[in-house]
Structure formats: C-alpha cells, structure tokens
C-alpha cells in the first residue's frame, strides 16, 4: 500500500527585530516528557495561561511554532510576516508572526519569544505549537529518552570519559553532527521531530544493504514529492562510540544529508549545549538495534497530515 507522507521542510527567514531573552535561570530542573511515536512533547505555559500541549522539534532552527487556533484564543497579533519553503525553495508561503511575551517550559521561563503561526501535523494527535532548537540556545538542553524526561540547565557540557560527547555546527541554525557508515564520514542533522534515520539518494547509492531497497511509502514536501524506500544497511552506523548495528534506514531524495530522527533517539539520553556547539549521546549499552517502523498508515490519521521533517533554517 501507498502512503503519503507529508515532509514539510519549512525555511523561515528570521526577521530583523528584538533579540528575544531566552537565558536559562541558574537553576536545574525536569519535566515529564510525552512520547508520541517517538516524538517528544511537553506542555507549555503561554503568557502565563495552559498549559498547552508542544512538540520539542530539535530539527527546527527557529523559537516556536503556534498553531492559528492557539493564537486566536490567547488573542495574539500579527507583529511581522515570515516566508517558509522546503529545500527546494520552489515555493515559499508567508505566515504571521505573534509575539509571546512568556513562554513556561519545565519551570524556565523563555521570554519575548517571536512565534510562526502555521498549521500543525494532526498525525501524532492534538497539540497546539512547536519548541524550535534555537528556543534553547542558552541552555544545556536534556532529552532524556529512555527515562522520559526534559532537563533544562545552565552550565557547560564536558566530556566525562564514559560517554559519547561530539561536535556539531549549526549552518542552518539546527545541529549537525559527523557520523560513521561502516568508517565512512557523513553529516546528519540530529532531529527530534523526524521518525527514522533517513538517508538522500546520493549517499544511499554509495551504501551496501542487506537487500535491494524496497518502496517503503511517499514523500511530499512544500512543492515536491518523491518515493521513499527502505532497507537495512550491511555496514553499521556509528555515533561517536555507539554503534547500531546493520539498522533499517529511509531512503529519500527530497534531502541534502543524513537525518537522525527521533527512532534512532529513542536509545540516548541527549544533551545539547548550543554556546560550545556540543551534544553527549548516553545510551545503557554501545550496541544498539534500529528495525524497521511501523507502518506509515500505523503512525498516520490520514494522508499527508504528518510534516516529516519541520526543519526550519534561514532563506538567505
């Protein structure tokens, strides 16, 4: 069976303005998180009323996402315009942007936050906005995914001796890191709100797989689609001194590099420090296993309702 899935990669182009204040205060504190086919969510105090109900989205480069719905109720207005695309830049819409005066995430409080207004997939159930990684850049930010919870922090992140702790770059404003495929480097972006590790094309051509790759669904972004296949890999894929060993990857050519997506994550408690551009990888055992999903009508309420890869990195 043939199932669409939405891959909305969205481009927004950052808008010159107040630089919002989102300095963690010294302090630590958790959060339950709520995992949703994987994907993290946490709920959310908006100018001091909810909580409503977010998506932690690490692929996403800007603050925050709202949906019109939430916007209308808390009576937010239009204070800009932000224009969104996927890679291709075929076509680009434009979306209003409210400003959140406080913005309430595990008992840090994120202030004069510029939000995108823009529908939300319904495929992983209600919710009402989106945490973008920028949104965290003054934080030591925690997913801890086998235990199920949010950490933020303040402080720096430093190697402990035990644990994987890479660097990674941010040309997009979202964290990319150097992986391994069977020795070989590769870059992929660390994205919490992706589902499986996804390869391009490109780099899929250059792989050895245990069996021909297979049609696994349909990709469809802003102004494009494509097939997506699927097949577990003969090489191993390391993350620092982790390694899945012969994972089911995604196969997909909408994409310019590798996307770690929240299945992959699953293993790891991650922590991201944005000021020394470090993330620690800490997993329970250094071999891991990555299956094949679900499949796509499983993780779906209806075609084309689940954005694949929100990602959202500057236009120009």
């Known amino acids: 069976m043939s199932i669409i899935w939405n891959r909305v990669c969205i481009i927004v182009a950052l808008l010159s303005g107040a630089i919002p204040s989102s300095l963690c205060q010294p302090a630590m504190h958790s959060e339950r998180l709520e995992l949703v086919h994987g994907k993290p969510f946490v709920m959310v105090l908006v100018n001091g009323k909810g909580p409503f109900r977010f998506v932690i989205d690490t692929g996403t480069s800007g603050g925050a996402f709202v949906t019109p719905e939430l916007a209308g109720i808390l009576g937010l207005s239009a204070v800009g315009q932000a224009r969104l695309s996927d890679p291709s830049k075929q076509s680009v819409q434009s979306v209003p942007i409210v400003m959140i005066q406080s913005l309430e995430v595990a008992g840090f409080e994120f202030k004069d936050i510029k939000a995108r207004v823009h529908d939300l997939s319904k495929g992983e159930g209600s919710y009402q906005g989106l945490l973008g990684f920028s949104l965290f850049r003054d934080c030591l930010l925690t997913l801890d995914f086998p235990n199920r919870e949010l950490t933020l922090a303040t402080g720096s992140l430093l190697p ?39 390869l391009p094309d490109r780099l899929a051509a250059r792989l050895k ?12 972004s802003l102004s494009t689609r494509f097939q997506i296949r699927g097949a577990r890999l003969e090489p191993n894929v390391e993350v620092g001194d982790y390694f899945f060993k012969r994972p089911f990857v995604e196969i997909g050519g909408a994409f310019p590099m590798a996307n770690l997506g929240s299945s992959p994550m699953q293993a790891f408690a991650v922590t991201f420090d944005q000021k020394n551009r470090l993330v620690r990888f800490k997993a329970s055992q250094k071999a891991l296993s990555l299956s094949a999903p679900p499949t796509p009508i499983q993780l779906l309420n209806g075609p084309s309702e689940l954005p694949r890869d929100p990602s959202l990195v500057p236009v120009d």
Request: no cysteine.
């Open 209 to 220: 797989f245990a069996s021909d790759p297979a049609e696994f669904g349909n990709g469809e």
């Open 160 to 198: 402990d001796g035990e644990h994987s702790v890479l660097s990674f770059r941010m040309p997009y404003g979202i964290p990319i890191v150097n992986l391994r495929i069977g020795g070989m480097p590769i870059d992929a972006q660390i994205d919490s709100g992706g589902d499986g590790l996804l």
